[in-house]
């Protein structure tokens, strides 16, 4: 089995030398290494042709664009039939090509999902971490949809269901990508063995401007109903968080004519806050991240309405 694992990149000077290193040294050695860098403007390229200059294994193309243009880019350039896929700030496990790729000695198997593991070093990255994406014990073997950090595919299924759609601002292109695959009835094999550990951001700023661009692609990806999923897709879940604050405003409004909406409004406050606390105990460990849960709940709530108001603002002009 020949494999071409893919990577897009942009200004990962940081991680780009550990992804590498994980990557060439796999229990399972890939047999390409396709790299398209975004346009970075930091030392991701001359680190990258550092690695080149010793293992031609290594191929970097260089096409400034979205994330999902670089994905097509690089599967389209691939020499093989097996692309496994991960992401720029991701660290490979040993053992991660190898499990990731073994389920397609079924030729029923089309795709493949691993799994991330969040690395966190600090009570702030593990407040933000179940906001960022799925924690372990979350994981379902049945409905659990395949990230762009770990996820292997057959090059001919990209091809069936057109690539990553490039119209896409910065997000939205593999929650679409994955509902054309689970559509068009190919077999997902899940491997939570399969690990890559990505860093969680340690910028607030990173956090939110990440949070209103996975509302925003949302929103422009338009998926309501999802066969695996069913009504638990992202989009239904941004619009209870509107109602929520709608009914939030309500009371504030009404408060000059109902003095008890305002008693109703603080109590709502407190119990939401409380909850987010709540919801996130098995996930955030430390006294001091569980006091941030709740000021990341409302920030994250708040960038995911405005991304996910722009992306249909988007999708009508």
């Not at 990962?12 to 992804?19: F, H, M, P, Q, R």
């Not at 031609?56 to 496994?84: F, M, T, V």
């Not at 879940?237 to 909406?261: D, E, N, Q, V």
Request: glycine share 8%.
């Amino acid at each position: 089995m020949k494999v071409s694992v893919v990577v897009t990149l942009l200004n990962e000077e940081g991680s780009v030398g550990d992804l590498l290193e994980s990557l060439l040294n796999q229990s399972m050695s890939p047999d390409e290494i396709v790299i398209v860098d975004g346009g970075s403007h930091d030392n991701t390229i001359p680190i990258i042709k550092g690695f080149i200059a010793t293992n031609r294994k290594i191929k970097l193309l260089e096409k400034p664009g979205n994330i999902a243009s670089g994905r097509n880019l690089a599967i389209e350039k691939s020499k093989y039939d097996i692309i496994a896929q991960t992401d720029g700030g991701c660290v490979a496990d040993p053992n991660w090509l190898e499990k990731i790729t073994a389920p397609f000695a079924d030729d029923s198997v089309g795709m493949v999902a691993g799994f991330y593991n969040m690395v966190v070093s600090s009570p702030f990255q593990e407040a933000l971490a179940p906001f960022h994406g799925t924690v372990k014990r979350k994981f379902d073997p049945r409905h659990f949809m395949p990230s762009g950090r770990s996820v292997a595919f057959r090059k001919e299924v990209w091809e069936y269901v057109g690539g990553y759609k490039e119209t896409f601002d910065r997000a939205g292109e593999e929650p679409l990508f994955n509902y054309k695959i689970l559509t068009a009835g190919v077999r997902i094999k899940r491997v939570p063995e399969a690990t890559v550990d990505w860093q969680v951001p340690d910028s607030f700023k990173v956090s939110i401007k990440k949070f209103f661009y996975y509302a925003k692609g949302d929103a422009e990806a338009g998926i309501w109903w999802h066969p695996a999923q069913r009504l638990h897709t992202h989009n239904i879940k941004i619009l209870g968080i509107f109602i929520r604050y709608f009914f939030g405003i309500a009371l504030l409004f009404a408060t000059p004519f109902f003095p008890f909406s305002f008693l109703i409004l603080i109590y709502g406050f407190v119990f939401y806050t409380s909850w987010s606390i709540w919801k996130m105990r098995e996930d955030v460990h430390s006294f001091r991240g569980r006091l941030l849960v709740p000021i990341v709940q409302i920030a994250s709530d708040i960038a995911v309405m405005a991304g996910f108001l722009s992306g249909i603002y988007r999708t009508k002009i």
